[in-house]
């Protein structure tokens, strides 16, 4: 018989373990961009932006007198149909990962949580300002058509500076959308949040401003649809404009992201 020697050093040895890289960031914001197209939802609600902007135009030049063939009408007219759709598209985004229970692959992939809602954010905000741009394409290409067709002077009553507070106002209804998302991580919930403090609660607040005359110097800088409106409306010009702004976002957004936040890393993922 032989016998089998064994090196000290070889006892006790454990495996080798692999390190494991994170997913680059470059690429976790591709995924999250793409995941924005991936549900039918999400895909049909992109589709409905170009679709609705095309739709409004047609609108705007079939039953608009000819002084009205201007670009701003064209632009309030797309820019409704925005208002809503467009927080719609954040809200389903962040909301995906527990509708479609991708959340639980998605979190062991990237454990950071806060890395993967960054990512969705980005996401949001890409589509936000591309959605914009092509339905202010969208604008003036019927604005040329109604022009040249009616055999109109071309008006372009929107700066660039007004525009910039059009993206501004869509990307602020849409990090509201992203904030809801977040903290009720329920698309249904999300949703109908929405539709409460975009509609119902606004209107509660202006008539509370109505009776009781404190609340009309305070409104301002706690409601965030009166922001909202002013910076559709390009009346966000002075720096306590700008402070009511900030108040509001850090009210309506700021605060209840940070503590969706908190709540997203305790909570448990299934």
Do not use: C, H
Not at 150 to 175: C, F, R
């Amino acid at each position: 018989m032989t016998a089998t020697t064994t090196s000290p050093d070889t006892i006790g040895a454990a495996p080798a373990r692999r390190t494991v890289r994170p997913i680059p960031t470059a690429r976790l914001l591709t995924i999250e961009l793409r995941k924005m197209f991936d549900t039918r939802s999400g895909f049909w609600m992109l589709v409905s932006i170009g679709v609705l902007s095309v739709i409004a135009t047609g609108a705007v030049l079939v039953f608009a007198p000819d002084s009205e063939i201007a670009y701003g009408n064209f632009a309030a007219a797309i820019g409704f149909p925005m208002s809503v759709i467009l927080p719609m598209i954040a809200i389903l985004g962040v909301t995906s990962e527990w509708s479609q229970r991708s959340g639980l692959t998605t979190f062991t992939l990237v454990p950071s949580r806060g890395r993967v809602i960054g990512a969705k954010a980005f996401a949001t905000f890409v589509v936000g300002v591309v959605s914009m741009a092509v339905a202010f394409a969208v604008g003036a290409a019927g604005n040329l058509l109604g022009s040249t067709v009616m055999g109109l002077e071309t008006v372009w009553d929107i700066s660039l500076a007004a525009a910039a507070q059009i993206l501004l106002g869509n990307l602020v209804g849409m990090a509201i959308g992203f904030t809801l998302g977040v903290v009720l991580r329920s698309s249904a919930a999300a949703i109908v949040g929405y539709f409460v403090v975009s509609l119902v609660l606004p209107g509660i607040l202006a008539l509370l401003a109505q009776v009781r005359s404190w609340f009309a110097d305070l409104q301002p800088w706690i409601d965030w649809n009166y922001t909202q409106v002013a910076l559709f409306e390009n009346d966000t010009d002075t720096a306590r404009e700008w402070a009511m702004l900030a108040s509001t976002t850090a009210i309506w957004i700021a605060l209840p992201l940070v503590v969706g936040l908190l709540l997203l890393r305790r909570s448990e993922v299934k």
